[in-house]
Structure formats: C-alpha cells, structure tokens
C-alpha cells in the first residue's frame, strides 16, 4: 500500500486578496510560511519515504520547510502545477464574473474541455496528472508519499485516484496549509482523510 500525504501550499498574498494565481509564481507570505512550519510539526513523526512538489515557490517553499525535518529529497514535478488560468491569472473571482460569466460558469461546471483565454483546460491538467500517478504506482509500491501542490492539482488528483466524477471537482475545499490522505492500494484507493487542518488552530 502506498500512503499519499497531500498538502497544499500555504498562504500566499493572492490568497489572502482572492485572487487566481495559477502558473503565476508567487511567493509564501509570513502567514503562508508559518503555516509551513506548522505542517512540518504535525507531519514530523511520518515516516516519509519520498516527498514530490510542483516546482512553483509557494509549493517548493512549503515542501523544502516540511522536509527539512526529515531525511529525504524533493522531487520537483511540473505535473503538480496549478492549472494555467491564462487571462484570469491575478484576477479577483468577481472581475472574472462580469467579464467571462458564461465561461466560467462552464468551468465551474467542470467541463473537462473549457480554460481561461491563453490558458489550460481542466482535461488538459487531468493529463498531467494521470501522468504524475503512473509515475508513482510505477516507480511506489508502498510507503508513505508527501506531495505538495497546489488546490487544483490536488483536487483533480484526488478525483482521478478515487473514481469522483470530474464534474464534483470544484466541491472539494482543501484549504491552504491543508493536510488529506489518500491510501492507494493496486485494486482501489480510499479517502482517509480530507482537508485537515487541525495543525492551525490555537
């Protein structure tokens, strides 16, 4: 059996302001980097066999903070990056509203064919990261994974690796600094946990 820690990124100041960020390659901010440090705490007694991270900097900082408590090295993978939302990139939700309402309502809708104008579509990050799981069941026959990314990576790989249908992509929350397990077993994998982030409180 493998064991998926999945943990998206902390905070960063375009989360903070609502605003899609994507491929844009913005940095943690001081909540988004103390959050880091929380995640390392709760995941410190993990026997973490191999750890992979999309190689924007809000994940390969997250990821660098949490493994610096253990002995292992990050695989830094672009298959794990958010979805490219072109022309919707630093836009706050409510200006893509009034601008691209029936686009996004498509979208939202979880229509595998539909991206932002110079972006990617969701069918086009299902892809990558059907890829990135045919890497690790090929390369992992058990032991326990971290992988740092981002909401809609981590979201779709979910999806793919429990059998959701695409279109209930957008009624999973996994917030910043979140913590979801996912056991992948050869005939099946079972959601153990999902959105954790008991590790901020107090």
């Known amino acids: 059996m493998i064991r998926l820690l999945l943990v998206r990124h902390g905070e960063t100041d375009w989360n903070r302001e609502g605003r899609y ?23 410190s007694s993990e026997r973490i066999s191999a750890v992979y991270s999309s190689d924007l900097k809000r994940a390969t900082r997250t990821a660098s903070i ?30 893509i509203k ?17 991206g932002a104008p110079g ?5 086009q990050m299902r892809e990558r990261i ?13 032991g326990t994974i971290l992988v740092v990314a981002h909401g809609g990576a981590l979201r779709t790989l979910i999806c793919r ?7 209930y992509w957008w009624r999973m929350q996994l917030s ?8 992948v077993f050869p005939e099946r994998s079972v ?9 901020l409180d107090g």
Not at 73 to 91: A, S
Not at 98 to 114: I, K, P
Not at 119 to 123: A, P, S, Y
């Open 191 to 199: 959601i153990v946990q999902l959105n954790d982030r008991c590790h």
């Open 161 to 167: 690796l429990v059998g959701i249908d695409y279109q």
């Open 21 to 43: 960020q994507g491929r844009t390659d913005v940095e943690l901010n001081e909540v988004g980097i103390q959050q880091a440090h929380r995640l390392a705490q709760r995941l």
């Open 176 to 183: 910043g600094a979140s913590i979801s397990i996912i056991d």
């Open 119 to 123: 972006g990617e579509t969701l069918d």
């Open 98 to 114: 009034d601008q691209y309402m029936a686009l996004e309502q498509r979208w939202r809708q979880g229509d595998w064919s539909v």
């Open 66 to 95: 949490i493994v610096a408590l253990h002995n292992v090295e990050v695989t830094f993978c672009e298959d794990l990056r958010e979805l490219d939302m072109g022309e919707f990139e630093g836009k706050a939700l409510e200006e």
């Open 130 to 142: 059907d890829n990135f799981i045919a890497e690790i069941k090929e390369r992992r026959k058990e």
